[in-house]
């Protein structure tokens, strides 16, 4: 993940192997000048495809207000400070931390930087150049990169965060093609989450619709042992579904193979039972024990 917002800001402002980014140094020392109170919001209405991106931003505020546990402080801050240039006020209030330290190998405290800059851009006399790219950046940060940054942890549902991300990187191209473009040949090259030996994780996700768990048991239960499951040309388009994703063979373990199959065999409608639903899926990635 971390990957694809690099990505991002190489397009918008370019690479640096510097060590520090001026523009976040330019930041730190300013900090204590500003007027906390006066900071910018994003306004999407005249935007491309505004209907969509209120949309994603009407769903990023919904998810951002439910989670109540965060694995890291960054990563809260990244959350409130989303909520922030989205127009909405987090839970615990407004409030802004002094900038830290920031270096290449942590995106979460660049993608923290880029946000307070964009926010804060009025006040720092940044040319008007800048400040589009920096517009550019936070809507990007904003409505696409740090909710599916924050639920990218649930192994369960990274089939389907990773095939919506990408769907809505296509989507994206009406909006900023060149950014869309640069995060889209970077997941091209990660997709491994949608693997066919990967995309039965989400037969346990909450996020799976009842009817593409039918057909994605139904396919799986007419698969054929095969230990060929090479599929290094995957292809994802706008209309692409998981189901779709596993018309290919993939288990070079047969045993396992036979046990998804009639195990899926008798799905005849409705959602699995949450036990059961864990329990066939430990069993499809558990190797023989002559094999561990």
Same mark, same amino acid.
């Given at each position: 993940?971390e ?8 397009? !918008?402002?370019?690479? +640096? ?7 976040f140094? $330019?930041?730190k ?15 999407? %209405?005249?935007? @491309?495809?505004?209907?969509? &991106? ?9 998810? &951002?207000? $439910?989670?109540?546990e ?11 400070? +989303?909520?922030?240039?989205?127009g909405?006020?987090? =839970?615990? *209030?407004t409030?802004?931390?002094?900038? *830290? ?10 993608? !923290? ?32 990169? $740090? @909710?599916?940054?924050?639920k990218? =942890?649930?192994?369960?549902? *990274? =089939? ?21 473009? %640069?995060a ?7 997709l ?5 030996? $990967? ?8 996020? &799976?619709?009842a ?6 048991? +139904? ?7 095969t230990n060929?499951? %090479? ?14 994703? !596993? ?8 045993? *396992? %193979? ?9 799905? +005849?409608?409705?959602? &699995? ?14 190797? =023989?024990?002559?094999?561990q």
């Amino acid at each position: 993940m971390e990957l694809v917002v690099r990505a991002a800001a190489s397009n !918008i402002f370019g690479k +640096t192997s510097a060590p520090t980014d001026p523009l976040f140094q $330019t930041l730190k020392k300013r900090w204590s000048q500003l007027d906390h109170s006066q900071y910018l919001r994003l306004d999407i %209405a005249n935007l @491309p495809e505004s209907d969509w &991106l209120s949309h994603l931003r009407h769903r990023t505020v919904s998810y &951002l207000l $439910t989670v109540t546990e965060w694995a890291r402080e960054d990563y809260r801050e990244a959350a409130e400070l +989303t909520l922030l240039v989205l127009g909405v006020n987090p =839970p615990r *209030g407004t409030h802004f931390l002094r900038p *830290g330290a920031c270096h290449h190998a942590r995106w979460m405290a660049k993608i !923290i930087y880029y946000l307070k800059i964009y926010m804060f851009s009025h006040q720092l006399e940044l040319s008007n150049d800048l400040c589009v790219k920096l517009q550019r950046m936070a809507i990007f940060v904003s409505l696409l990169y $740090t @909710p599916a940054w924050l639920k990218s =942890p649930v192994a369960e549902d *990274g =089939p389907v965060n990773d095939l919506q991300l990408h769907h809505e990187l296509l989507r994206y191209r009406a909006v900023d093609c060149e950014v869309a473009d %640069a995060a889209l040949a970077v997941a091209s090259r990660h997709l491994w989450y949608l693997r066919p030996q $990967t995309v039965v994780l989400s037969l346990c996700s909450e996020k &799976l619709s009842a009817a593409e768990e039918k057909e994605m048991a +139904t396919k799986l239960s007419c698969l054929e042992e095969t230990n060929d499951y %090479a599929n290094d040309n995957l292809v994802i388009q706008q209309t692409t579904r998981l189901s779709d994703l !596993i018309d290919e063979p993939f288990m070079d373990d047969l045993q *396992g %193979a036979s046990c998804v199959r009639h195990s899926m065999a008798d799905v +005849t409608g409705g959602r &699995l039972g949450e036990k059961r639903r864990v329990h066939e899926a430990e069993r499809f990635l558990q190797k =023989p024990e002559g094999n561990q």
